[in-house]
């Protein structure tokens, strides 16, 4: 029982450039999110799904697209990256949307220079 | 709107001292209300869950409705208690929409000095 993957862990990209973080969950979780991590900002939701088939904006979704073909996996994409995408993503998933604790993976530090 | 303050960025405190980090939340609802908890180099993990009411490596936390607050608690720090702490609140079922989703504050880094 892997949890929550997160690949790459690392990535460079050039302003322009497009590229696709990927999160798979092996505990049928309902439930998944990104998250994008930045210094005293906390944790900002950017997009979510309620189910395969089913996704929704967050707080900050502008620049991202998100979808859902299965249960497992919940890639996200970054159309055209911008320096101010420079931050560490973490996906996340839980049983159902409603009071059930999230589990989290281990990031994605991603540098746009 | 769903808001969580934690007014601290960095608390210091020194090894067996009680700590408080504090949490303050604006909802206008009956919120689900959590700590979740980073140590260096690992990944978000929750930490307590404010309907469990249960003592998780000594902390514990108390949801006071009329102060909006969820201050996370412990009376004896330790050193491996450094981490970075987040307040998040879930609006729940009763709400759908976006606020079924987990809002998270800014984080408090906790440190604790031998």
């Known amino acids: 029982n892997a949890g929550v993957t997160q690949t790459p862990k690392f990535q460079v990209l050039k302003t322009g450039q497009s590229m696709t973080l990927q999160c798979a969950q092996d505990?049928?979780?309902?439930?998944m999110s990104w998250y994008r991590q930045d210094p005293g900002m906390g944790l900002r939701l950017i997009h979510y799904s309620v189910g395969a088939g089913i996704t929704d904006q967050g707080e900050v979704p502008n620049g991202y697209n998100v979808s859902r073909s299965t249960t497992e996996d919940f890639p996200l994409r970054l159309l055209s990256a911008a320096p101010s995408q420079t931050s560490v993503y973490f996906c996340?998933?839980?049983?159902?949307?409603?009071?059930?604790?999230?589990?989290f993976g281990n990031g994605t530090r991603l540098t746009v220079t | 709107a769903q808001r969580v303050t934690q007014p601290e960025k960095l608390l210091s405190v020194f090894k067996g001292a009680p700590v408080e980090l504090k949490c303050n939340y604006s909802?206008?609802?009956?919120?689900?209300l959590f700590w979740y908890v980073q140590y260096s180099r690992q990944r978000l993990q929750l930490l307590l869950r404010?309907?469990s009411r249960e003592s998780i490596k000594g902390f514990t936390a108390d949801l006071n409705k009329g102060e909006t607050s969820f201050h996370l608690k412990k009376p004896f720090a330790q050193e491996e208690d450094s981490a970075m702490y987040y307040c998040?609140?879930?609006?729940?079922?009763?709400?759908?929409?976006?606020?079924?989703?987990?809002?998270f504050g800014k984080g408090t880094k906790l440190s604790v000095k031998p």
């Open positions: 404010h309907i």
């Open positions: 505990m049928n979780h309902e439930y």
């Open positions: 909802y206008s609802g009956s919120p689900e």
């Open positions: 998040a609140l879930s609006g729940g079922v009763t709400y759908g929409g976006s606020q079924g989703n987990l809002i």
């Open positions: 996340a998933s839980s049983r159902t949307r409603y009071n059930s604790p999230l589990h």
